[in-house]
């Protein structure tokens, strides 16, 4: 009777137990990784760094970026600029989505997530796109006519875009304007002309093939990284480059500003060296060996960058106040892009 009395409690014990993990709540944020040959993505707890569930993805997945409430994953395969596929992950239930088709927009990669919507390049159509949620369409395109347009920064208000063309050393900045009407040689305005919204291109010379890139907490400056081991500094309001830092970092791929816009952290995916880099006095300061990065993410919380190391097979862990690698991650083989999904507090 006794060991049927323990067995019952014991079998009592693990049904409450089960229940309580179960009923654990998600964490309100988590680190998104991508890994290529796996053709996976990583959900991480940030707190622990441990993976929490992994979701099967495209045949090439390269970029990752999160919806603003942090329910829903999109991930852009590109293919060397030949597919069309954006994958749509469902973060709560933790599975792949119906993904999209990019269709004439071949190339998905720089992906960005503002006003509820999806902004991407397509960097084989010389394009940037943007997908509507809500509606369920394609909703806006236009060319740069750059070669290789590749990564994308979405201004908050949704009127400026920023964009790296590989292939033509160049950044394009994209204005929503209002613009007036243009008088025909005649002088004479047609009788329904008026102002109206428009696109407008301004292209920026940048350091051979600048790839990587990002705009300052305050907006005011861009940076590009250059295989040429240089980077660019863009004057955003002057619509023009107005120095040029020289790192001596072959290979340099990837940037990202720290979140107090101090110092920006640069890293080779040839070398496996990173330096970090004072923005008053474009001076480099530190020099650590990282891996040999292909992708990079801040912790705006966390006093740490993270860095996918795509040729060694990890992902590196960077403290911003010792400046060197704190630990090393297993996200799965060759991995790539990263992102933030955070759920807002509930009310």
Same mark, same amino acid.
């Given at each position: 009777?006794?060991?049927?009395?323990?067995?019952?409690?014991?079998?009592?014990?693990?049904?409450?137990?089960?229940?309580?993990?179960? /009923?654990?709540?998600?964490?309100?944020?988590?680190?998104?990784?991508?890994?290529?040959?796996?053709?996976?993505?990583?959900?991480?707890?940030?707190?622990?760094?441990? @993976?929490?569930?992994?979701?099967?993805?495209?045949?090439?997945?390269?970029?990752?970026?999160?919806?603003?409430?942090?329910?829903?994953?999109?991930?852009?395969?590109?293919?060397?600029?030949?597919?069309?596929?954006?994958?749509?992950?469902?973060?709560?239930?933790?599975?792949?989505?119906?993904?999209?088709?990019?269709?004439?927009?071949?190339?998905?990669?720089?992906?960005?997530?503002?006003?509820?919507?999806?902004?991407?390049?397509?960097?084989?159509?010389?394009?940037?796109? &943007?997908?509507?949620?809500?509606?369920?369409?394609?909703?806006?395109?236009?060319?740069?006519?750059?070669? &290789?347009?590749?990564?994308?920064? @979405?201004?908050?208000?949704?009127?400026?875009?920023?964009?790296?063309?590989?292939?033509?050393?160049? @950044?394009?900045?994209?204005?929503?304007?209002?613009?007036?009407?243009?008088?025909?040689?005649?002088?004479?305005?047609?009788?329904?002309?008026?102002?109206?919204?428009?696109?407008?291109?301004?292209?920026?010379?940048?350091?051979?093939?600048?790839?990587?890139?990002?705009?300052?907490?305050?907006?005011?400056?861009?940076?590009?990284?250059?295989?040429?081991?240089?980077?660019? =500094?863009?004057?955003?309001?002057?619509?023009?480059?107005?120095?040029?830092?020289?790192?001596?970092?072959?290979?340099?791929?990837?940037?990202?500003?720290?979140?107090?816009?101090?110092?920006?952290?640069?890293?080779?995916?040839?070398?496996?060296?990173?330096?970090?880099?004072?923005?008053?006095?474009?001076?480099?300061?530190?020099?650590?060996?990282?891996?040999?990065?292909?992708?990079?993410?801040?912790?705006? =919380?966390?006093?740490?960058?993270?860095?996918?190391?795509?040729?060694?097979?990890?992902?590196?862990? @960077?403290?911003?106040?010792?400046? /060197?690698?704190?630990?090393?991650?297993?996200?799965?083989?060759?991995?790539?892009?990263?992102?933030?999904?955070?759920?807002?507090?509930?009310?």
């Amino acid at each position: 009777m006794r060991f049927r009395f323990v067995k019952g409690l014991a079998v009592l014990v693990l049904s409450v137990s089960s229940r309580v993990v179960a /009923e654990e709540p998600a964490p309100s944020r988590t680190l998104l990784a991508i890994s290529k040959t796996d053709h996976m993505l990583a959900i991480l707890d940030p707190a622990d760094l441990k @993976v929490l569930a992994r979701v099967p993805v495209g045949p090439d997945p390269h970029e990752v970026v999160a919806s603003a409430d942090g329910k829903t994953a999109y991930v852009s395969n590109t293919g060397g600029g030949f597919l069309h596929q954006i994958d749509v992950i469902d973060l709560t239930a933790r599975k792949a989505l119906s993904s999209l088709d990019t269709g004439p927009l071949i190339g998905p990669h720089g992906l960005a997530y503002v006003g509820g919507k999806l902004w991407f390049t397509a960097q084989g159509a010389k394009s940037v796109g &943007r997908y509507d949620p809500a509606s369920g369409r394609f909703d806006w395109a236009l060319g740069t006519g750059q070669d &290789r347009t590749h990564m994308i920064h @979405v201004a908050a208000d949704g009127k400026r875009i920023y964009t790296t063309n590989v292939g033509s050393d160049t @950044v394009s900045i994209l204005d929503n304007l209002l613009l007036q009407p243009s008088v025909p040689p005649t002088g004479v305005l047609p009788a329904n002309a008026q102002a109206h919204m428009d696109w407008v291109q301004t292209l920026v010379p940048v350091v051979k093939a600048s790839e990587g890139f990002d705009v300052s907490p305050d907006g005011r400056q861009l940076w590009t990284a250059s295989p040429e081991g240089m980077l660019s =500094v863009v004057d955003t309001a002057a619509g023009k480059a107005v120095a040029t830092i020289h790192a001596e970092l072959p290979g340099a791929h990837r940037l990202a500003f720290t979140p107090d816009g101090l110092r920006v952290l640069v890293v080779s995916v040839r070398t496996g060296e990173g330096v970090f880099v004072e923005v008053a006095t474009h001076r480099v300061i530190k020099r650590l060996k990282v891996g040999r990065g292909a992708a990079m993410l801040m912790d705006p =919380v966390g006093d740490r960058a993270f860095v996918s190391c795509t040729p060694d097979n990890d992902a590196a862990v @960077v403290d911003l106040k010792t400046m /060197e690698v704190a630990r090393r991650l297993d996200v799965g083989g060759r991995p790539d892009g990263m992102a933030w999904a955070v759920r807002p507090p509930s009310r």
